[in-house]
T-cell receptor, first 113, second 110 residues
Framework: NAGVTQTPKFQVLKTGQSMTLQCAQD?????MYWYRQDPGMGLRLIYY???????DKGEVPNGYNVSRLNKREFSLRLESAAPSQTSVYFC????????????FGDGTRLSIL | QQQVKQSPQSLIVQKGGISIINCAYE??????FPWYQQFPGKGPALLIA?????SEKKEGRFTISFNKSAKQFSLHIMDSQPGDSATYFC?????????FGPGTSLSVIP
């Protein structure tokens, strides 16, 4: 049982490049989330998807887009990467809603030069 | 009003001691209060959670104490072990909104 799988695990980009972070879950969960984790700031919600076909902005959505491809997959896209987006990105899923346990992937470590 | 405050930022405890981490929230609409444990290089994992209709929940060495009137909750780790060394995040959530505290780095020394 893989749980939540994120790819890639590491990535280095140059300013202005674009890339998509992939996330897939095999727990048949309805809700999926993208967070960024920066030192001393905890986890900040970028976007979430309460169910297949819906997405909503979180606390820090600027510079990002998301796609809920199907129930399993939720991708995060950086259209024009900036050094301020250097962070560790985590994808999570829950059965339904924020008042349920969230299951996290192991993260994507992204550096933007 | 959406912020979750967490203290201390870091904590060093001797093996066998009690580790205590405190959190506070403002929004009374929050209805689920989980604690997550994160080891280096890994994603956070749910440790224990509580809902506001109870004042305490215990699972093994881990206990959440919840004070609804003060809008505070805390994690107690009894008989702390070196394997408990990790970063701990409290969170408060409702519906699709989850707010995490900034985290506490716990080091348990032999």
């Amino acid at each position: 049982n893989a749980g939540v799988t994120q790819t890639p695990k590491f990535q280095v980009l140059k300013t202005g490049q674009s890339m998509t972070l992939q996330c897939a879950q095999d727990m048949n969960h309805n809700s999926m989330y993208w967070y960024r984790q920066d030192p001393g700031m905890g986890l900040r919600l970028i976007y979430y998807s309460a169910s297949e076909g819906t997405t909503d902005k979180g606390e820090v959505p600027n510079g990002y887009n998301v796609s809920r491809l199907n129930k399993r997959e939720f991708s995060l896209r950086l259209e024009s990467a900036a050094p301020s987006q250097t962070s560790v990105y985590f994808c999570a899923s829950s059965e339904s809603g924020g008042d349920q346990p969230q299951h996290f992937g192991d993260g994507t470590r992204l550096s933007i030069l | 009003q959406q912020q979750v405050k967490q203290s201390p930022q870091s904590l060093i405890v001797q093996k066998g001691g009690i580790s205590i981490i405190n959190c506070a929230y403002e929004n009374t609409a929050f209805d689920y209060f989980p604690w997550y444990q994160q080891f280096p290089g890994k994603g956070p994992a749910l440790l224990i959670a509580i809902r506001p209709d109870v004042s305490e929940k215990k699972e093994g060495r881990f206990t959440i104490s919840f004070n609804k009137s003060a809008k505070q909750f805390s994690l107690h780790i009894m008989d702390s072990q070196p394997g408990d060394s990790a970063t701990y995040f409290c969170a408060a959530s409702m519906a699709d909104k989850v707010i995490f505290g900034p985290g506490t780095s716990l080091s348990v020394i032999p």
